[in-house]
T-cell receptor, first 115, second 111 residues
Framework: DADVTQTPRNRITKTGKRIMLECSQTKGHDRMYWYRQDPGLGLRLIYYSFDVKDINKGEISDGYSVSRQAQAKFSLSLESAIPNQTALYFC??????????????FGPGTRLTVL | DAKTTQPPSMDCAEGRAANLPCNHSTISGNEYVYWYRQIHSQGPQYIIHGLKNNETNEMASLIITEDRKSSTLILPHATLRDTAVYYCIVRQTGTASKLTFGTGTRLQVTL
């Protein structure tokens, strides 16, 4: 979805380096998410944020941190990258609808390789 | 969130309807059925969702059985660009919950 952008799209780095992945959205959504996807596996939630002052851990937050700089921006950091963090990373956004549903819309992904 | 079961793969001829089944026999009353697809390694794309009534949008139709224990996603005229992995997800309303992607159904559309 072009309304959700991720930078960089591809990144190769070395073990121990600090890496930041950025996500921006123009959908005006309050909720933002970071997922990772490993080959042959489904997506796993790393962190999510309901608004600028709200940050929550997902199922695999160890080794990651996030920053919600503004409603439209949500960054994921790997403080000291390790090889098993090699994966596809996706950002998603959503907004709570009146019916109580919130459909998530995904960015194009960042392919991260840690050597 | 309820667990879902989908066939691992399906084939469909281009121009024909693709009917993708999903079993969610443990679904509860406040859980919606969502469908997403992922083309190669692109970001998952939202298709459609529903609670108990059949739903249709510009991409697809969603048929949910009366007992809500299963559903079918219908792509009315499949094209080669519909080749993707399709995920059926059951999710509670009003929660911050993650989307739990299973292994999905790999749909191959052929000439």
């Amino acid at each position: 979805d072009a309304d959700v952008t991720q930078t960089p799209r591809n990144r190769i780095t070395k073990t121990g380096k600090r890496i930041m992945l950025e996500c921006s959205q123009t959908k005006g959504h309050d909720r933002m998410y970071w997922y990772r996807q490993d080959p042959g596996l489904g997506l796993r939630l790393i962190y999510y944020s309901f608004d600028v002052k709200d940050i929550n851990k997902g199922e695999i937050s160890d080794g990651y941190s996030v920053s919600r700089q503004a409603q439209a921006k949500f960054s994921l950091s790997l403080e000291s990258a390790i090889p098993n963090q090699t994966a596809l990373y996706f950002c998603a956004t959503s907004d709570l609808q009146r019916a109580g549903t919130d459909t998530q819309y995904f960015g194009p992904g960042t392919r991260l390789t840690v050597l | 969130d309820a667990k879902t079961t989908q066939p691992p793969s399906m084939d469909c001829a281009e121009g024909r309807a693709a009917n993708l089944p999903c079993n969610h026999s443990t679904i509860s009353g406040n859980e919606y059925v969502y469908w997403y697809r992922q083309i190669h390694s692109q970001g998952p794309q939202y298709i459609i969702h529903g609670l108990k009534n059949n739903e249709t949008n510009e991409m697809a139709s969603l048929i949910i059985t009366e007992d809500r224990k299963s559903s079918t996603l219908i792509l009315p005229h499949a094209t080669l660009r519909d080749t993707a992995v399709y995920y059926c997800i059951v999710r509670q309303t009003g929660t911050a919950s993650k989307l739990t992607f299973g292994t999905g159904t790999r749909l191959q559309v052929t000439l």
